[in-house]
């Protein structure tokens, strides 16, 4: 194919930890175009040896770097699946945009770790990469997440609508576009991490589809009520989270064990729910039409509950507005890798909680 001159490619693997999603986006115009897709699942052997990265342990700072040489050799295989089924060679590619996979996000004491060795991925593909994304803006006192709010600001804005996109990804984040207003964004809570762990560990499966296993179980409204009890949804923005602080440990500090298994499901998809609808309630008021992207979109019983925790907002997925709700974050990494490479700031420091406008991320040559 003739490839347009503006290629680049995003990567993000989020803190789900099921995969890898790339993207070959054409950004020469202001709408950013998919051109291909690919997404390679992690083998379980990486999926654990990440997960175990997400606590202290005996030489863990050697593991982290065999861990992210291996997350390179993914993402270079996932690039090169990609640039195959596109029929476009590495060379009209202007970048990577590769977000790491995290494994610690602790903007309270100024750093974040996302793994990968993004010299490796540069070498292997012959591609120019941007990675660490999140550290300019914790050095200016942000919270290096969110960041894709710059880019729904940039692509889905509406002069008239007030308009919400929630990403519905291990954690859930939201972009308020209010109509002539800044735009602001934060992290609400859990979004599918604690349904997919404990269906995990309790079924063997990566995640309950469609949540017909928690639609099976009753909510539990006490246990519910401690959980929601955490300061962190209390909290104002800018916030940000993720597996430090929701991970199972955590809500097996609230269980009694005499739980139903289905019930504690089922109180877990009410919590994901309540605390996003609480969410837009209290910072996004006056929102009209609510867009997901993310695996959890595609939760039928997680979209039902929010219609009705929210029933004066219509809610659809990105589709509609022209953006793939499973391909949103991979497409918005690959802007955020043009804002680099052309060194325009990236970061809203209304999100975020910066000092100041940053550009994000450090470049590796090919």
């Given at each position: 194919?003739n490839?347009?001159?503006?290629?680049y490619?995003?990567?993000?693997s989020?803190?789900?930890?099921?995969?890898?999603?790339?993207?070959?986006?054409?950004?020469?115009?202001?709408?950013?175009?998919?051109?291909?897709?690919h997404?390679?699942p992690?083998?379980?052997?990486?999926k654990?040896?990440?997960?175990?990265?997400?606590?202290a342990?005996?030489?863990?700072?050697?593991?982290?770097?065999?861990v992210?040489n291996?997350l390179a050799r993914?993402?270079?295989?996932?690039t090169?699946?990609?640039?195959?089924?596109?029929?476009?060679p590495?060379?009209q590619?202007?970048?990577?945009?590769?977000?790491?996979q995290?494994?610690?996000?602790r903007?309270?004491?100024?750093?974040?770790i996302?793994?990968?060795?993004a010299?490796?991925?540069?070498?292997?593909?012959?591609?120019?990469?941007?990675?660490?994304?999140r550290?300019?803006d914790i050095?200016?006192?942000?919270?290096?997440?969110?960041?894709v709010?710059?880019f729904?600001?940039?692509?889905?804005r509406?002069?008239?609508?007030?308009?919400?996109?929630?990403?519905?990804?291990?954690i859930?984040?939201?972009?308020?576009l209010?109509?002539g207003k800044?735009?602001?964004?934060?992290?609400?809570?859990?979004?599918?991490?604690?349904l997919d762990?404990?269906?995990t560990?309790?079924?063997?499966?990566?995640?309950?589809?469609?949540?017909?296993?928690?639609?099976s179980?009753?909510?539990n409204?006490?246990?519910?009520?401690?959980l929601?009890?955490e300061?962190?949804?209390a909290a104002?923005?800018?916030?940000?989270?993720?597996r430090?602080?929701?991970?199972?440990a955590?809500?097996?500090g609230?269980?009694?064990?005499?739980?139903?298994?289905?019930?504690?499901?089922?109180?877990?998809?009410?919590?994901s729910?309540?605390?996003?609808?609480?969410?837009?309630?209290?910072?996004?008021?006056?929102?009209?039409?609510?867009?997901?992207?993310?695996?959890?979109a595609?939760?039928?019983?997680?979209?039902?509950h929010l219609?009705?925790?929210?029933?004066?907002?219509?809610?659809?997925?990105?589709?509609v507005?022209?953006?793939a709700?499973?391909?949103?974050?991979?497409?918005?990494?690959?802007?955020?890798a043009?804002?680099?490479?052309?060194l325009?700031?990236?970061?809203?420091?209304?999100?975020?909680?910066a000092?100041?406008?940053c550009?994000?991320?450090?470049?590796y040559?090919a």
């Amino acid at each position: 194919m003739n490839a347009p001159s503006d290629l680049y490619i995003g990567i993000m693997s989020g803190t789900s930890l099921d995969g890898i999603d790339a993207a070959l986006v054409d950004l020469s115009q202001d709408a950013p175009r998919l051109v291909a897709s690919h997404y390679q699942p992690y083998a379980k052997p990486l999926k654990e040896a990440l997960l175990a990265l997400h606590q202290a342990s005996p030489n863990e700072l050697h593991q982290a770097q065999l861990v992210g040489n291996w997350l390179a050799r993914e993402y270079a295989e996932a690039t090169h699946a990609l640039l195959k089924k596109a029929g476009v060679p590495a060379a009209q590619v202007q970048a990577i945009g590769c977000h790491g996979q995290t494994v610690r996000h602790r903007p309270e004491h100024g750093y974040t770790i996302q793994l990968n060795n993004a010299a490796r991925l540069a070498e292997m593909t012959g591609i120019h990469v941007v990675s660490d994304f999140r550290s300019r803006d914790i050095a200016a006192g942000g919270q290096g997440a969110p960041l894709v709010p710059a880019f729904h600001d940039h692509v889905l804005r509406h002069p008239d609508i007030h308009r919400v996109i929630l990403n519905i990804g291990g954690i859930a984040n939201l972009t308020n576009l209010p109509p002539g207003k800044n735009t602001t964004g934060f992290d609400s809570g859990p979004g599918n991490l604690l349904l997919d762990a404990w269906i995990t560990r309790h079924q063997g499966k990566p995640y309950d589809k469609d949540g017909v296993w928690a639609a099976s179980g009753k909510i539990n409204t006490v246990l519910l009520q401690r959980l929601l009890s955490e300061t962190f949804f209390a909290a104002v923005p800018p916030k940000s989270t993720g597996r430090d602080l929701f991970n199972l440990a955590w809500l097996e500090g609230y269980l009694t064990g005499s739980e139903s298994l289905a019930d504690v499901q089922a109180t877990l998809l009410a919590l994901s729910g309540d605390s996003i609808a609480a969410a837009v309630q209290r910072f996004c008021a006056g929102a009209k039409d609510i867009y997901l992207c993310g695996g959890g979109a595609h939760n039928a019983a997680l979209v039902s509950h929010l219609q009705r925790a929210l029933p004066q907002c219509r809610i659809q997925k990105t589709e509609v507005l022209g953006i793939a709700a499973d391909w949103m974050e991979a497409i918005a990494f690959a802007w955020l890798a043009q804002q680099t490479m052309h060194l325009r700031p990236a970061n809203l420091p209304a999100v975020t909680g910066a000092k100041h406008p940053c550009v994000l991320g450090a470049i590796y040559p090919a």
